[in-house]
């Protein structure tokens, strides 16, 4: 199949087929939105998603009723389903397989997202898609995976399918309401800790393509980066899923371990939700652990929440930035390194991964359109319509992820030393956030965007 990364004409293109169905689903949601009561905004056509809630009780995970949820779930799944096999088609599908694999899929997508909604589970911000690589991986190495699962196993296109719809979800406005702070702390951050984490990993002698994978998953925003970063180096997809087990797994362990450490060093609540933005990579994990700080009442603190949120939003932006020097580095440094011969300045867009685009189009279309023309709850209403299928298309990546993956073979890439490399680098970007977040955040030298409770 083609990888959307070559010259292939865009119908028979993985990624450009991305980049329609993502902006297909964002027309209809733009189509579709409608003030429903006064300052409250909708999307009515495009189908929604299951709504679930937390609980403790399985029956409060459907609050519309369980009959109900399937109903809309499988309306959802038709949609999705009817718009992967128009690509299917041309990318050459096993179109009879896919179907029934699809459904298969969909279903473990569906118990992930219930799981993940448990109260406990919830509070502690475990993300879904860590459910789903999970049940994804018992299935794999425990049974055998049957033919039309494979069929329908197309992690790549799934993820990047969700990518451009997360682009939806990247409001500028949004990050600007930080000023300079936010900005800038993702600025410092992420460069610094994509050349550190760079050269750790290459002190490790691990190979430069899959330390610049591993670099861009601790500098930007972990799993969607570190796909972004595969595309754009050409990478091995075992090496991309490595890293994404990873981050998922690092995620859960720093929503447990710095919030405490946040209120142990009695930092300001701003000051520790921006020192959790810049190093969890996670976005869920991010507000999650945001959550558990409080303020002086005890409640959760929004001035943590908000700076987390915000930090997060302004180094989200970065990808398509870092996915194009990137693609430049590989194609122009790289290729000519292995080769011995100079790339044209074309090859670069013949490699560059064009979902990217996708994402970067869709951000900039809800940034620069539809907020101007009908306003910030209008376009929140979209970008929220698009971020319910961004978390659904993660959620069946993940599962394939799983499906297609020996458990034996992703903990032995390496020799162990990409994840010592990675826990290392993880560790050293926590410090030098920290001071970052010191400088900008503490009121020391500045006046923060964002005060404290």
């Given at each position: 199949?083609?990888?959307?990364?070559?010259?292939?004409?865009?119908?028979?293109?993985?990624?450009?087929?991305?980049?329609?169905?993502?902006?297909?689903?964002?027309?209809?949601?733009?189509?579709?939105?409608?003030?429903?009561?006064?300052?409250?905004?909708a999307v009515s056509i495009l189908p929604?998603?299951?709504?679930?809630?937390?609980?403790?009780?399985?029956?409060?995970?459907?609050?519309?009723?369980?009959?109900?949820?399937?109903?809309?779930?499988?309306?959802?799944?038709?949609?999705?389903?009817?718009?992967?096999?128009?690509?299917?088609?041309?990318?050459?599908?096993?179109?009879?397989?896919?179907?029934?694999?699809?459904?298969?899929?969909?279903?473990?997508?569906?118990?992930?997202?219930?799981?993940?909604?448990?109260?406990?589970?919830?509070?502690?911000?475990?993300?879904?898609?860590?459910?789903?690589?999970?049940?994804?991986?018992?299935?794999?190495?425990?049974?055998?995976?049957?033919?039309?699962?494979?069929?329908?196993?197309?992690?790549?296109?799934?993820?990047?399918?969700?990518?451009?719809?997360?682009?939806?979800?990247?409001?500028?406005?949004?990050?600007?309401?930080?000023?300079?702070?936010?900005?800038?702390?993702?600025?410092?951050?992420?460069?610094?800790?994509?050349?550190?984490?760079?050269?750790?990993?290459?002190?490790?002698?691990?190979?430069?393509?899959?330390?610049?994978?591993?670099?861009?998953?601790?500098?930007?925003?972990?799993?969607?980066?570190?796909?972004?970063?595969?595309?754009?180096?050409?990478?091995?997809?075992?090496?991309?899923?490595?890293?994404?087990?990873?981050?998922?797994?690092?995620?859960?362990?720093?929503?447990?371990?710095?919030?405490?450490?946040?209120?142990?060093?009695?930092?300001?609540?701003?000051?520790?939700?921006?020192?959790?933005?810049?190093?969890?990579?996670?976005?869920?994990?991010?507000?999650?652990?945001?959550?558990?700080?409080?303020?002086?009442?005890?409640?959760?603190?929004?001035?943590?929440?908000?700076?987390?949120?915000?930090?997060?939003?302004?180094?989200?932006?970065?990808?398509?930035?870092?996915?194009?020097?990137?693609?430049?580095?590989?194609?122009?440094?790289?290729?000519?390194?292995?080769?011995?011969?100079?790339?044209?300045?074309?090859?670069?867009?013949?490699?560059?991964?064009?979902?990217?685009?996708?994402?970067?189009?869709?951000?900039?279309?809800?940034?620069?359109?539809?907020?101007?023309?009908?306003?910030?709850?209008?376009?929140?209403?979209?970008?929220?319509?698009?971020?319910?299928?961004?978390?659904?298309?993660?959620?069946?990546?993940?599962?394939?992820?799983?499906?297609?993956?020996?458990?034996?073979?992703?903990?032995?890439?390496?020799?162990?030393?990409?994840?010592?490399?990675?826990?290392?680098?993880?560790?050293?970007?926590a410090v030098w956030t920290l001071f970052?977040?010191?400088?900008?955040?503490?009121?020391?030298?500045?006046?923060?965007?964002?005060?404290?409770?």
């Amino acid at each position: 199949m083609a990888n959307g990364n070559d010259r292939t004409p865009a119908l028979q293109n993985e990624d450009w087929w991305a980049c329609f169905i993502g902006w297909f689903i964002l027309l209809i949601a733009i189509i579709g939105v409608h003030e429903v009561a006064a300052g409250k905004w909708a999307v009515s056509i495009l189908p929604a998603a299951p709504k679930l809630g937390k609980w403790t009780e399985l029956s409060a995970a459907f609050p519309k009723g369980f009959g109900a949820t399937i109903g809309i779930g499988l309306i959802m799944w038709a949609f999705i389903c009817v718009l992967t096999l128009i690509a299917g088609f041309f990318l050459k599908f096993d179109l009879k397989s896919y179907i029934p694999g699809f459904l298969v899929i969909f279903i473990i997508a569906f118990i992930s997202m219930v799981i993940a909604k448990q109260a406990f589970i919830a509070k502690w911000g475990i993300s879904y898609v860590l459910f789903a690589l999970a049940i994804g991986l018992i299935i794999s190495n425990v049974f055998k995976v049957p033919k039309f699962l494979k069929a329908a196993g197309q992690t790549e296109f799934f993820v990047k399918i969700g990518l451009v719809c997360m682009g939806a979800t990247i409001m500028f406005s949004v990050v600007l309401k930080a000023g300079v702070f936010g900005v800038a702390q993702a600025l410092l951050v992420a460069t610094t800790v994509w050349f550190g984490t760079y050269y750790i990993c290459r002190a490790f002698k691990v190979s430069e393509r899959f330390s610049s994978i591993i670099a861009t998953a601790n500098a930007i925003c972990g799993v969607s980066a570190s796909i972004a970063a595969g595309g754009a180096v050409q990478g091995d997809p075992k090496e991309v899923s490595y890293m994404v087990a990873w981050v998922l797994v690092c995620a859960v362990v720093l929503i447990i371990v710095m919030p405490p450490i946040a209120v142990w060093m009695g930092l300001p609540t701003n000051m520790a939700g921006a020192w959790l933005g810049g190093v969890i990579d996670n976005t869920g994990a991010v507000i999650a652990a945001g959550e558990v700080l409080r303020d002086a009442k005890g409640n959760s603190s929004a001035a943590a929440v908000n700076a987390a949120a915000v930090v997060k939003m302004a180094q989200n932006v970065l990808i398509g930035i870092v996915a194009f020097l990137m693609a430049m580095w590989a194609t122009m440094s790289l290729e000519k390194k292995e080769t011995g011969e100079k790339p044209s300045l074309m090859e670069v867009w013949y490699r560059f991964p064009k979902f990217v685009i996708g994402f970067m189009v869709a951000s900039l279309v809800v940034s620069f359109l539809v907020e101007p023309v009908w306003g910030p709850k209008a376009a929140k209403a979209a970008g929220n319509a698009c971020k319910s299928y961004r978390s659904w298309l993660f959620a069946l990546c993940f599962v394939c992820i799983g499906l297609e993956t020996d458990f034996k073979e992703l903990v032995s890439v390496g020799g162990g030393r990409p994840a010592i490399a990675y826990w290392l680098s993880q560790a050293a970007n926590a410090v030098w956030t920290l001071f970052i977040v010191w400088i900008l955040w503490s009121g020391t030298f500045f006046t923060p965007a964002i005060l404290p409770d």
